[in-house]
């Protein structure tokens, strides 16, 4: 058995039942082999096996109280995974489907993906299993409350650094931050991003992830001799990624096709009318569905996945984990698809992503290609130890060039470890060689 797979087995082993997290170290490890060769100081120090295992986990009970008086239970967590670069930061996811598995998938994605970003952070995840979808402004708030009742104990801006994601928003992010603030009684502005603009957010910040998506994607079809003109362009979901990504690529002179939300896709020939989209999403926070009302030539489907049937020449996959399966990546090839850039993490299956890079497919990962997010949420802690903000066009100028610098960055470690052209392994290897050589100065720790 190689060294790798004799750390997976083992990551296996210690961590039962919890299949994203073996997935998402699986399609890490595959590409650290050669790297893992060229050090092998690295074994007798352990490195591999420090990297996959969580400095720290949390877990913990939420009580709330409904509308209806009655006591709801949820369940809370923070895996605090590695430190080496900086203080831990990471989303807070809130839905249905979490459990440790996926935060810890999270958690370790976020390692690389940090240090991708070139910014002193280092990775952590958490979230709960709470639904915020249905629920009165109310009981989110009484919900918030209690998860930071508990979890502001673990965090600080120069600890650990949560924000925002499937789930939780500026409303979300606000009543956690009140609630921070008050027991801490200190207003300590960097301990949260994603805050709203009146209180420390940074401007572009909402923005971030999708524009930086579209920044790397621009940058991966300039290196294959094209762009966005004309291009057709599918994507998953209708939350925060999937919308700036629409705009930006828009923008870019791509005409966006097809989006949708966990209930079914809307396909417009004629292109997706962006604001019609956030009204309904992000103002009424209603269905999708309801696009076909305001635009009755395009056409609604209801169901998940069906929305990777429609022809496109770009897919961008916005909305959750393991969306593309094989079968979705066998049809996209089909269709004549030119390249896939992902906006969720680990939104294709490892099954998908080999088959794009066995058929040439050009792919941007999530490591890399979503880290626009992160870094902006860096760089909001830069304004907030600073007392000052930058304007709009300061923020996204830095967070293109960061996009820049981490398409480089994934290209040069591909072409060097023997992988040119695959920036899935590009970025892995980039990613982690900054945290290794970290960990190595830190000691055994
Ligand atoms: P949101 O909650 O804003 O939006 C998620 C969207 O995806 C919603 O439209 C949701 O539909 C849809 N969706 C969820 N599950 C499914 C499903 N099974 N099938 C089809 N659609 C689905 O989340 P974000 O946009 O913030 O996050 C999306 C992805 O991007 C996640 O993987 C997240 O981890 C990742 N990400 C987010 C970052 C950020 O800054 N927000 C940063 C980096 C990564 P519905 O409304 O019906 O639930």
Redesign the pocket.
């Known amino acids: 058995m190689s060294v790798v797979e004799n750390i997976l087995e083992q990551v296996k082993k210690r961590n039962p039942g919890e299949v994203e997290f073996h997935q998402a170290v699986e399609e890490v490890l595959q590409s650290l082999a050669p790297v893992i060769e060229k050090h092998p100081e690295y074994a007798k120090l352990g490195l591999v096996e420090r990297f996959v295992e969580p400095e720290r986990v949390i877990m913990f009970r939420v009580p709330w109280v409904d509308d209806a008086g009655q006591v709801q239970v949820n369940r809370g967590f923070r895996v605090q995974f590695n430190s080496a670069i900086g203080p831990y930061k990471g ?1 807070l ?1 809130f839905h249905p489907s979490v459990y440790l598995g996926i935060i810890k998938f ?1 958690g370790f994605e976020q390692i690389l993906k940090n240090s991708l970003t070139g910014l002193p952070i280092g990775g952590g995840k958490g979230g709960s299993d709470f639904d915020p ?1 249905g629920k009165t402004d109310g009981e989110v708030m009484r919900f918030c409350q209690s998860f930071m009742t508990e979890l502001y104990r673990h965090i600080g801006q120069d600890l650990d650094v949560p ?5 939780v ?1 500026a409303r979300e992010i606000g009543f956690m931050f009140g609630q921070y603030k008050r027991i801490k009684n200190q207003y300590e502005g960097g301990v949260l991003t ?1 805050k709203g603009l009146s209180y420390g957010g940074s401007l572009a910040r909402t923005q ?2 999708g524009f930086g998506l579209i920044y790397f994607v621009r940058e991966m079809l300039a290196a294959a001799g094209t762009d966005y003109k004309n291009k057709t362009v599918v994507i ?7 919308i700036y990504a629409c705009e930006k690529a828009q923008e870019y002179g791509a005409k966006v096709i097809a989006m ?4 079914g896709y809307i396909v417009d020939e004629d292109g997706i009318k962006l604001d019609t989209v956030k009204q309904i ?1 992000e103002v009424e926070r209603k ?2 569905s309801e696009y076909i009302k305001y635009h009755p030539t395009a056409k609604y489907v209801a169901g ?2 069906g929305i990777w049937s429609v022809k496109c020449d770009v897919a961008l996959p ?4 393991n ?1 593309i399966s094989i079968e979705n990546a066998k049809q996209l090839v089909a269709n004549g698809v030119l390249a896939l850039g992902e ?3 680990m ?1 294709c299956t490892n099954e998908a992503i080999e088959y794009f890079l066995e058929k040439k497919v050009l792919v941007a990962p ?1 490591k890399a290609a ?1 880290a626009g ?2 870094a902006t949420s860096a760089l909001e802690m830069s304004q907030n130890s600073m007392r000052l903000s930058w304007t709009f066009e300061e923020v996204n100028e830095k967070l293109d060039g960061i996009m820049v610098n981490i398409f480089k960055a994934a290209q040069s470690a591909a072409k060097e470890y023997g992988f040119e052209g695959n920036y899935v392994a590009g970025a892995n290897i980039a990613g982690f060689l900054k945290v290794a050589e970290a960990m190595m100065a830190h000691g055994v720790i």
């Open positions: 989303g996811r999270l979808k924000a925002g994601d499937i789930g928003g994603g971030a992830t998953s979901g209708a939350g925060n990624v999937a949708c939300d966990s209930a999403k269905r999708i998940q996945n916005c909305a959750t984990q969306d906006g969720a993490n939104p999530a979503n997010g992160v």
